[in-house]
């Protein structure tokens, strides 16, 4: 090889031993990059911790092949900008990971290839462009539709919104709900609707995930935004209801136009929702 030039080979996977939780290569071969943001350890006691919310940096762990021996274990991270790439990092493909979350839900993976049980969509909406598309949904399927609501509205006036949202999002308020599905248990299938709000989930669907058991259950989202998706949302909404099975998430342009009906319809059909 001239200096400079590296050699591709090949290892398989199961060259070497697994770790005590049958994961392999944990550690060397390329650094694994990991979905959390980078972000200064908090000093409290930590269960799982996943990183700060947002950030530019990503976490890579495990060390790489050009890495000193001492940084050869998951504990060692370090970061690189999201939109970078470099020769000694990888990535780990996880068959049940929740798609945009970081979430991972090996347990609670459906696989069946049905939804099962009855469906419900459960939709939070302030100027009524979710609303329309949860009532596209509820055409398509004849589910049972319910619409998230306040005990004290937001300002019907835009720029008043904006302050309000920013701030019971700064403040992680929880704001009262008018509203409550009577029997959650009947359902196995929550489509949540709601508009991006700075990026995240308005609080209210806070409110509505902290109100019941979801544990087992599948929650599907659907976003619709101004350009920016999805934002933190899906994030927002796997560490409210952590016991959840997230599907295949929805992000609809404000109200969708001329292509709504379509783009639900192979929505449905991703998540295998069929009409009540
Ligand atoms: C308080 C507030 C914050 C918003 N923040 C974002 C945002 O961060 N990113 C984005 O793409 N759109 C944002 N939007 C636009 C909405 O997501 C978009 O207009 C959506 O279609 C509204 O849905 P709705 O009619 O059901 O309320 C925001 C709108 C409001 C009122």
């Not at 694994?32 to 980078?38: G, P």
Request: hydrophobic share 35%.
């Amino acid at each position: 090889m001239r200096p400079g030039e590296y050699r591709q080979t090949t290892v398989a996977v199961d060259s070497f031993d697994p770790n005590p939780n049958g994961l392999y290569n944990m550690n060397g071969n390329v650094s694994e990059w990991v979905w959390d943001y980078y972000g200064a350890y908090p000093t409290e006691e930590q269960t799982d911790p996943t990183g700060p919310d947002s950030g530019s940096l990503r976490v890579y762990r495990g060390g790489g092949w050009n890495d000193f021996a001492k940084n050869m274990r998951s504990a060692y991270r370090a970061t690189l900008e999201q939109d970078k790439g470099n020769f000694n990092i990888g990535i780990r493909l996880v068959r049940s990971a929740a798609v945009g979350t970081g979430s991972v839900t090996a347990a609670n993976t459906r696989t069946d290839g049905s939804s099962g049980g009855d469906v419900l969509i459960a939709y939070f909406s302030w100027g009524g462009n979710t609303a329309g598309i949860a009532e596209e949904i509820q055409a398509q399927t004849g589910a049972d539709l319910f619409e998230i609501e306040l005990v004290t509205p937001y300002s019907s006036d835009y720029n008043t919104v904006l302050d309000q949202a920013q701030r019971d999002q700064s403040e992680q308020a929880r704001p009262e709900l008018s509203t409550h599905v009577e029997d959650m248990a009947q359902y196995d299938t929550i489509l949540l609707g709601y508009p991006n709000w700075w990026a995240s989930i308005p609080m209210p669907i806070a409110s509505f995930l902290e109100e019941y058991d979801f544990s087992g259950k599948t929650i599907i989202p659907f976003c619709s935004h101004g350009g920016g998706r999805f934002g933190q949302s899906l994030t927002a909404i796997s560490k409210l209801a952590p016991d959840a099975v997230m599907g295949q998430a929805l992000s609809i342009h404000y109200s969708g136009g001329a292509a709504l009906s379509g783009d639900v319809a192979a929505w449905l059909e991703e998540n295998r929702i069929t009409a009540n």
